[in-house]
């Protein structure tokens, strides 16, 4: 079972000093950028089959990470927001913990039945089964706009201006983010010519990148939040947490990444019972992860 230890205290905070990308492959904003691309159909069942696996293994959000997009966005129980692709419930659930009202938009059927049995015990959060896109807006407004590593699967177009739309005046738009955990360079090391050899086209943010590229790829969607016309006052930070998963866990998580699902199923077993032949042989059951967790908190204009 995976360890998610107190995340209270980040290990370390990284400098908001963007790096070059120097990967042959596309960046992180670059591969995000595709997914809201897709067919809505598509996007609605893709996460159907791994819906429980996410549940179980996604990263949580730090809950300090969390208290401080709440401060910048200026709220206070019971404030009401209205979240977009809330998955499994995994922020919900800190935030309606919080006392927070929360209308959670989420087009996948298999995740909104997740958060509907993850938020059982709130009254204040109502699950919907629809995509924002879907959504109707009517006379209701909120405090806040919130998306959990979701915000990438929706079309721009709409995503920025119905968010503004749906907002009171001076109300915010929260952004939260994790980065899937990832090996370190050392075990990365071991299994790279497994990913060359079957899988070259998995992006490097899915297997192992650098921390610097992902705090780089964070900056400049933060100049794009801006660049929308629709919010301004925008605040950042990026944190680095570790944390420990069971082999089966790590595979597991992986298995919820869209590269991942994208695979055909023969590639995807083959290629994970490699990883898992050569990472059991060298670091056993237990594998330390690290992973970023982010915000972007910016005011309606």
């Known amino acids: 079972m995976t360890d998610f230890p107190d995340l209270s205290h980040p290990l370390e905070e990284i400098p908001a000093i963007a790096t070059p990308n120097d990967s042959e492959q596309k960046s992180w904003t670059e591969v995000v950028n595709d997914y809201a691309g897709k067919d809505l159909d598509e996007r609605k069942h893709w996460y159907g089959s791994v819906a429980e696996a996410y549940n179980r293994v996604r990263p949580r959000y730090p809950q300090e990470i969390i208290d401080r997009a709440i401060k910048l966005a200026q709220l206070q129980p019971p404030a009401k927001i209205l979240e977009l692709g809330c998955g499994p419930a995994i922020a919900t659930v800190n935030l309606a913990r919080l006392g927070f009202s929360l209308v959670s938009l989420e087009p996948n059927y298999e995740a909104a039945e997740l958060a509907k049995q993850n938020c059982a015990q709130y009254p204040h959060v109502e699950i919907q089964n629809l995509a924002f896109e879907e959504w109707e807006l009517g006379s209701e407004r909120f405090e806040a706009v919130l998306a959990a590593t979701s915000w990438h699967w929706i079309d721009p177009a709409i995503a920025y201006a119905k968010s503004a739309s749906a907002l009171k005046s001076q109300g915010s738009l929260i952004l939260l983010w994790n980065?899937?955990?990832?090996?370190?360079?050392?075990?990365?090391?071991?299994?790279?010519?497994?990913?060359?050899?079957?899988?070259?086209?998995?992006?490097?943010?899915?297997?192992?990148?650098?921390?610097?590229?992902?705090?780089?790829?964070?900056?400049?969607?933060?100049?794009?939040?801006?660049?929308?016309?629709?919010?301004?006052?925008?605040?950042?930070?990026?944190?680095?947490?570790?944390?420990?998963?069971?082999?089966?866990?790590?595979?597991?998580?992986?298995?919820?990444?869209?590269?991942?699902?994208?695979?055909?199923?023969?590639?995807?077993?083959?290629?994970?019972?490699?990883?898992?032949?050569?990472?059991?042989?060298?670091?056993?059951?237990?594998?330390?992860?690290?992973?970023?967790?982010?915000?972007?908190?910016?005011?309606?204009?």
């Open 179 to 301: 980065t899937p955990p990832q090996i370190d360079e050392t075990t990365y090391q071991l299994v790279e010519d497994i990913y060359q050899a079957l899988v070259p086209s998995i992006p490097f943010y899915a297997r192992h990148e650098g921390r610097q590229t992902h705090q780089a790829d964070f900056l400049k969607f933060s100049q794009t939040i801006l660049d929308s016309g629709y919010f301004y006052n925008l605040s950042y930070d990026c944190s680095r947490y570790h944390v420990v998963y069971s082999l089966d866990d790590y595979l597991l998580l992986l298995s919820t990444l869209s590269p991942y699902i994208a695979l055909a199923p023969d590639s995807r077993i083959q290629l994970f019972d490699k990883l898992r032949a050569v990472l059991h042989h060298h670091r056993g059951d237990r594998l330390k992860l690290s992973f970023l967790s982010a915000f972007h908190v910016a005011h309606k204009i």
